[in-house]
């Protein structure tokens, strides 16, 4: 990958899973879908997208840095033209997911590539990690699990004061998912443990952390430096779960490909140090950059990877 040239963006801090749009324009869009279908909203999702293109420079800045690294040689006119690109794709994801819980599971089609892999690592007896990553319609993928007949818990943390729904919340019913909150008692390790030695399903994101930085190790990623969390690994490593890395992406307009990007098997008895899981966690950032040749505007990271880097 040719080293980045040009001027760098300024970094803008970690993460946040909080929605920039304001909540009645959440209403329209879900108002759009349930009387004019995913049509009538990708119709308006273009004002949108201008609308940010024109207007909003800081949101845009964003995508730049996953940007000029995926396309280290563009022009500024390039650039444009791939920022109108990445948030038309975002635009069109979220309503897909709001689509499946308005409209329905019928409303998009997710075709699933790897499930008999996927059954076989399941009849290990051992539990299985289900590392996923903020790419395709991640929550959808989520969806289109009960062919495994298990229960399924999802480590995850909403923000206090997030107005984006979940596709079940759409719909009114109680969450699908044993929900572990990573902020609660050691982070939820206990929790999920104990998930794993029941030999059922944690699904986990492997492509960003929260809290300390002792718990990410070092990988390269396009071509630079990125932090990525290893509480898979470690948990790997004690249960002896196979890891499943599973994305999706759009393929069509209402048809998405979910599919087992690869299995990350941990030995045994590797202890806490980071240095332990580098391995590994490299292992996950080269399907990830392995992805994002595939299907670059389906990753969805609007925030520096590469902060570290900076300075």
Same mark, same amino acid.
């Given at each position: 990958?040719?080293?980045?040239?040009?001027?760098?963006?300024?970094?803008?801090?970690?993460?946040?899973?909080?929605?920039?749009?304001?909540?009645?324009?959440?209403?329209?869009?879900?108002?759009?879908?349930?009387?004019?279908?995913?049509?009538?909203?990708?119709?308006?999702?273009?004002?949108? +997208?201008?609308?940010?293109?024109?207007?909003?420079?800081?949101?845009?800045?964003?995508?730049?840095?996953?940007?000029?690294?995926?396309?280290?040689? +563009?022009?500024?006119?390039?650039?444009?033209?791939?920022?109108?690109?990445?948030?038309?794709?975002?635009?069109?994801?979220?309503?897909?997911?709001?689509?499946?819980?308005?409209?329905?599971?019928?409303?998009?089609?997710?075709?699933?590539?790897?499930?008999?892999?996927?059954?076989?690592?399941?009849?290990?007896?051992?539990?299985?990690?289900?590392?996923?990553?903020? +790419?395709?319609?991640?929550?959808?993928?989520?969806?289109?699990?009960?062919?495994?007949?298990?229960?399924?818990?999802?480590?995850?943390?909403?923000?206090?004061?997030?107005?984006?729904?979940?596709?079940?919340?759409?719909?009114?019913?109680?969450?699908?998912?044993?929900?572990?909150?990573?902020?609660?008692?050691?982070?939820?390790?206990?929790?999920?443990?104990?998930?794993?030695?029941?030999?059922?399903?944690?699904?986990?994101?492997?492509?960003?952390?929260?809290?300390?930085?002792?718990?990410?190790?070092?990988?390269?990623?396009?071509?630079?430096?990125?932090?990525?969390?290893?509480?898979?690994?470690?948990?790997?490593?004690?249960?002896?779960?196979?890891?499943? +890395?599973?994305?999706?992406?759009?393929?069509?307009?209402?048809?998405?490909?979910?599919?087992?990007?690869?299995?990350?098997?941990?030995?045994?008895?590797?202890?806490?140090?980071?240095?332990?899981?580098?391995?590994?966690?490299?292992?996950?950032?080269?399907?990830?950059?392995?992805?994002?040749?595939?299907?670059?505007?389906?990753?969805?990271?609007?925030?520096?990877?590469?902060?570290?880097?900076?300075?």
């Amino acid at each position: 990958m040719p080293k980045v040239e040009g001027k760098k963006e300024k970094p803008q801090g970690r993460w946040s899973s909080r929605s920039v749009g304001r909540p009645w324009q959440h209403r329209f869009f879900y108002l759009l879908i349930r009387f004019g279908g995913r049509r009538a909203a990708y119709f308006f999702l273009y004002f949108v +997208v201008g609308y940010y293109i024109l207007c909003r420079p800081d949101q845009r800045r964003k995508a730049h840095f996953y940007l000029r690294r995926r396309f280290p040689d +563009v022009t500024p006119g390039e650039l444009l033209v791939h920022d109108f690109r990445m948030f038309l794709s975002l635009g069109r994801v979220l309503i897909d997911r709001a689509a499946v819980g308005i409209l329905g599971p019928q409303a998009v089609t997710f075709t699933i590539t790897g499930k008999e892999e996927l059954l076989a690592l399941v009849a290990e007896h051992k539990g299985l990690i289900l590392m996923t990553a903020h +790419v395709g319609c991640w929550q959808g993928a989520m969806s289109a699990l009960a062919f495994l007949h298990l229960p399924v818990a999802l480590l995850m943390q909403r923000e206090e004061g997030d107005i984006d729904r979940h596709f079940f919340e759409h719909g009114g019913i109680a969450s699908p998912y044993r929900i572990i909150d990573p902020r609660g008692f050691l982070g939820g390790s206990l929790e999920m443990l104990e998930v794993l030695k029941r030999g059922e399903v944690l699904s986990m994101m492997g492509d960003r952390f929260q809290g300390s930085d002792r718990n990410v190790t070092t990988v390269k990623f396009l071509g630079g430096n990125i932090r990525l969390p290893f509480a898979a690994y470690k948990l790997a490593s004690v249960t002896g779960a196979p890891i499943g +890395v599973l994305v999706s992406a759009k393929t069509g307009p209402d048809a998405y490909r979910i599919f087992l990007a690869g299995v990350i098997r941990v030995p045994p008895g590797l202890g806490r140090e980071k240095e332990a899981f580098s391995l590994y966690a490299a292992r996950f950032a080269q399907i990830l950059e392995d992805y994002v040749q595939e299907y670059p505007y389906q990753f969805f990271n609007f925030y520096d990877l590469w902060e570290a880097e900076i300075g």
